[in-house]
């Protein structure tokens, strides 16, 4: 056989737009080299070495700008839902960093492979969010995950920290497996892993009515629902949530959910022409389940951590409203509640994490008692985004919410509205009751004095804080940027 | 000839998977597993796909498996230690749903035909090679990041010190 030639100027293009991605990746491996040279009391730097190559990252993705580029045989594009999707997850990512600077000053993880995995992980989901072949996607979540499943044990000596790792990668690679023979699937019905492919097959009626592969992507949806944590199959993340590391909490959270949803809506919204007769009532009925139990589990929780963990599933049931529909108004309504997500929920864990006592104990509500009026500053960063978790004007939440559940009326679902509308109201019950127990509750016997906040550690709650006051007020720009993204996909 | 082939080498690898789950020494599920393997790679030949044949030989039988024998030898349970597994409520439900799967996927595939596989050659060593370094070279590399990150993240787990 001849040998291949080299295209070297379509290489060029395929590099240029994976620049953000093989940044992040530079800097995993970067860390990893300057923790072998340095001594164990100058580690911190490796937490600064990551957080400027993801400021970098994060550069080159508006340098790449919204143009959109393909690259690699159409195995990944940079347009402007990846675009979207990496700053969504880069800004996750820096913050979950800032906050790193104190959280591992305290429990003890400021370690080289901590941060390389963490920056791993990240660039996994850049991946997932940017593929448009199925196998890309499938890798991007695989690199995401095990990182993740690794970090969450990261505290190994502390039971609960190996309990949720172990039930995350067992149940996370039956999920992996459930996604792949979903791909299968559909490349047994189609002979193409390619997501734009199999949107133009879909204009054929004969394929979206083929059972095998209506099959397929159900069990791709099975997948990915698993890394959103929807109902039922959230089975893992009460338990994950509470034994991570609770900055490994944050980050997942707000990055692993924007990853998997960002594939998530590029398949749906794409493939929804001809699935959608089929689909919006698969979506509906998880949507409304993974509200409504979210919801009510978290209403019972008196531990925080848990709590939020419940709250991030409700969540992922709110986002999900805005793709029942399929259609362009629900996809920038969910892309905008994302970001807005990303802000509000870490800045509550980073809240969280500074009430804490050494080794992540002390989430218990009753630790909370007290707190509002004798350090100020917390009580109103918490109040703030426990409010905005609870969409109350004039916080980013409110307007989040608003978009999604308008996008559902006027697409004609008036009962999935109502349904969002009144677990949204039983929330504020539960994100309320901490904010009473702050100021309201007096505090029994010595009050828990918090950790004193770093430098970094508050600069990252005053852009959490600062991005859900702003969004909430303003929140056009950032509208139009996620209504230029769906539409960079639709076309 | 073929058809044959295929009957027989699939009912030797349900068969091997069967027995893997069924068997209450860890060494015989182990050596039961070698036998699906080796007749999976010999699907794959009868499909033409010689490269991933060998590679399933070469990884899966061939080193995947050892080592899991080597751990089950070095963890050395004594037979009379094993602990007794019944079929339970749920496992039944376990084993229905797999008999009902496997009626659905029997009755798909009859009644919708699948695209054949385009090539002939598709599943050569140069084939494949040349697929993997071209239109799969992005899939290729992300799997190296892929690997990287397991490695660091077994070290992080099972490393004394870290």
Redesign the interface.
């Known amino acids: 056989m001849s040998p291949i030639p080299i295209d070297a100027a379509a290489l060029l293009t395929g590099l240029r737009c994976i620049l953000p991605e093989i940044l992040v990746v530079a800097t995993a491996i970067f860390v990893l080299f300057v923790d072998l040279m340095i001594p164990e009391e100058n580690k911190r730097i490796l937490c600064g070495i990551s957080l400027i190559g993801v400021v970098i990252s994060l550069f080159s993705v508006f340098l790449l700008g919204p143009a959109r580029i393909s690259g690699f045989s159409g195995a990944v594009v940079h347009d402007g839902l990846g675009a979207f999707f990496e700053i969504v997850i880069l800004a996750a990512c820096a913050l979950t960093l800032l906050m790193a600077t104190g959280y591992s000053e305290w429990e003890g993880t400021h370690k080289g492979e901590f941060y390389s995995l963490l920056l791993l992980s990240t660039s996994g989901m850049m991946f997932m969010a940017k593929g448009t072949d199925l196998m890309t996607v499938f890798l991007g979540l695989e690199t995401l995950s095990i990182p993740i499943y690794v970090l969450v044990g990261f505290h190994r000596h502390r039971m609960s920290s190996i309990e949720g790792a172990l039930k995350y990668f067992l149940l996370g690679a039956f999920a992996s497996g459930f996604f792949l023979y979903g791909v299968a699937l559909m490349y047994a019905a189609t002979g193409t892993t390619k997501i734009p492919a199999l949107a133009a097959m879909l204009l054929d009626a004969r394929l979206a009515a083929n059972p095998v592969f209506l099959a397929g992507v159900g069990l791709l949806l099975v997948g990915l629902a698993f890394k959103v944590s929807l109902v039922p199959f959230h089975m893992w993340t009460p338990d994950a949530y509470e034994g991570a590391p609770t900055v490994v909490t944050a980050f997942m959270s707000a990055a692993v959910k924007a990853a998997a949803f960002a594939a998530l809506i590029r398949v749906l919204l794409l493939t929804f022409g001809g699935l959608q007769p089929v689909m919006w009532k698969v979506l509906w009925a998880l949507s409304v389940l993974t509200m409504t139990v979210g919801n009510l589990s978290a209403l019972l929780q008196d531990n925080v951590k848990r709590m939020l963990a419940y709250s991030s599933i409700a969540h992922a049931g709110y986002v999900l409203v805005g793709l029942v529909s399929g259609d362009f108004l629900g996809g920038q309504a969910a892309l905008f509640y994302l970001l807005v997500y990303a802000f509000m929920n870490i800045g509550a864990f980073g809240v969280v994490i500074l009430i804490a006592q050494k080794e992540d104990e002390g989430y218990d509500i009753r630790n909370l008692a007290g707190i509002g009026f004798k350090y100020p500053a917390l009580g109103a960063f918490l109040t703030l985004f426990l409010v905005s978790l609870g969409g109350i004007p004039p916080t980013a939440g409110f307007v989040g919410k608003f978009y999604l559940f308008s996008a559902a009326v006027k697409n004609g679902y008036i009962w999935l509205a109502v349904l969002g509308v009144l677990n949204s109201a039983a929330s504020i019950y539960y994100y309320l009751r901490l904010v009473v127990y702050m100021y309201m509750v007096p505090a029994e016997g010595e009050m828990p004095v918090p950790r004193p906040s770093r430098l970094a550690f508050s600069a990252a709650l005053f852009a959490s804080g600062a991005a859900v006051l702003l969004l909430g007020i303003f929140p056009g720009s950032a509208l139009d940027l996620a209504a230029r993204s769906v539409l960079s996909l639709l076309m | 000839m073929e058809p044959i082939l295929f009957v027989i080498f699939g009912a030797i690898a349900v068969g091997g998977a069967i027995m893997v789950v069924t068997r209450r020494h860890p060494m015989a599920s182990a050596l039961y597993l070698i036998l699906t393997l080796f007749a999976v790679a010999a699907l794959f030949v009868l499909r033409q796909a010689h490269f991933l044949a060998a590679i399933q030989v070469i990884v899966y039988a061939g080193a995947v498996v050892v080592l899991f024998i080597f751990v089950i030898m070095l963890i050395n349970v004594p037979v009379h230690k094993l602990p007794v597994e019944r079929v339970t409520g749920l496992r039944f439900l376990g084993v229905l749903a797999a008999g009902l799967l496997i009626l659905e996927s029997a009755v ?2 009859r009644r ?1 035909a ?2 054949r596989a ?1 090539a002939v050659d598709a599943g050569s060593v ?1 084939a494949v090679g ?1 697929a993997l ?7 290729f590399e ?2 190296s ?2 690997l ?3 490695v ?2 077994a ?3 099972a490393k004394k010190k ?1």
């Open positions: 798909l595939t919708f699948m695209p385009s140069q040349k370094f071209t239109d799969y070279l992005l899939a992300i799997t990041v892929l990287l990150a397991a660091i993240g070290i992080a787990l870290i």
